[in-house]
């Protein structure tokens, strides 16, 4: 297993004017010049490196940490553009490069992308692909309806925002299933929603399940009436977008989760809104 794009530990084997070489696989040496040097080392000291090739395609090692690596997706900016590709800024002074048969569209300086890193066999290099659909075998996740997964969310097209689930697969959140801000390159935590017989992935933001959902949806309503002694101004009139802005979740869950706290008796529902129960132990 080739560890370009990697982290490694890698052990000093000769001290240089110029930095020190490590011992990388096949006893093959490794330059770590001088500015990337942690203070004084010593023969036979490991240290924590990422090893890349340089312009010149030698090996190179540094201890600046990229912003992905080998096999990672992420959300990166494009510094540049020229004959050969777009360059992104992947945290490391050389650039890194998605050539133009590795774009969906047409990359543009300044604009920021959702890729994925790989190490391409012919050439030995590290470069990124913005073709996700190429590299992704989502039906490998082996994920079940109703679990929680970490995403990152891509783009957003007609049906709504891409994101790749556990840093392995490809889903799709989509845009009746998003009730408040969502970012391109952000994190954030979903839930599988269904599975396709294709093996594709429909995500939603919020937990699946009454069992699950609705409970915490309660919690939630029932934490923020005591926080505003007692009273919020929602009912099941209330918009969609109202009701967002208070308790970011959807008007569906909204109505279960007062219902629920209705028939414990815990809150009474009015035409202002919905009130504590005095009477009732909370």
């Given at each position: 297993?080739s ?15 110029f930095?020190?070489y490590?011992?990388?696989e096949?006893?093959?040496v ?14 036979d ?23 992905a ?24 002074t ?7 048969s ?13 890729v ?20 992704i ?11 929680e ?12 925002h ?7 697969g ?24 269904k ?8 995500l ?5 399940g ?73």
């Amino acid at each position: 297993m080739s560890i370009i794009g990697k982290y490694a530990d890698l052990k000093v084997v000769k001290l240089v004017d110029f930095g020190v070489y490590l011992e990388g696989e096949h006893e093959e040496v490794i330059l770590l010049p001088n500015r990337y040097v942690p203070g004084k080392v010593n023969i036979d000291e490991k240290i924590h490196v990422f090893i890349y090739r340089d312009s010149e395609d030698r090996l190179i090692a540094t201890t600046e940490k990229p912003y992905a690596t080998v096999g990672d997706f992420a959300y990166l900016r494009v510094k540049s553009v020229n004959q050969m590709g777009a360059f992104l800024d992947w945290g490391l002074t050389k650039d890194l490069m998605v050539p133009f048969s590795n774009q969906k569209v047409k990359m543009e300086e300044g604009r920021s992308y959702l890729v994925y890193v790989y190490l391409d066999e012919t050439t030995g290099r590290i470069v990124a692909t913005a073709k996700l659909n190429k590299v992704i075998l989502s039906e490998d996740l082996q994920l079940e309806v109703g679990q929680e997964v970490d995403v990152l969310v891509g783009h957003r097209g007609e049906l709504g925002h891409v994101a790749v689930i556990n840093n392995a697969g490809l889903g799709m959140i989509y845009k009746n299933e998003i009730f408040g801000p969502i970012r391109e390159g952000e994190t954030r935590k979903a839930y599988v929603k269904k599975i396709r017989p294709d093996g594709k992935i429909d995500l939603s933001l919020q937990a699946q399940g009454y069992q699950k959902e609705i409970p915490q949806a309660s919690d939630k309503v029932l934490e923020l009436l005591k926080a505003e002694e007692g009273f919020l101004p929602l009912n099941d009139k209330s918009s969609p977008e109202a009701i967002y802005e208070l308790l970011h979740m959807s008007k569906k869950n909204f109505k279960k989760a007062i219902g629920l706290l209705y028939k414990e008796k815990i809150i009474k529902i009015e035409s202002t809104g919905i009130y504590l129960n005095p009477n009732k132990n909370h």
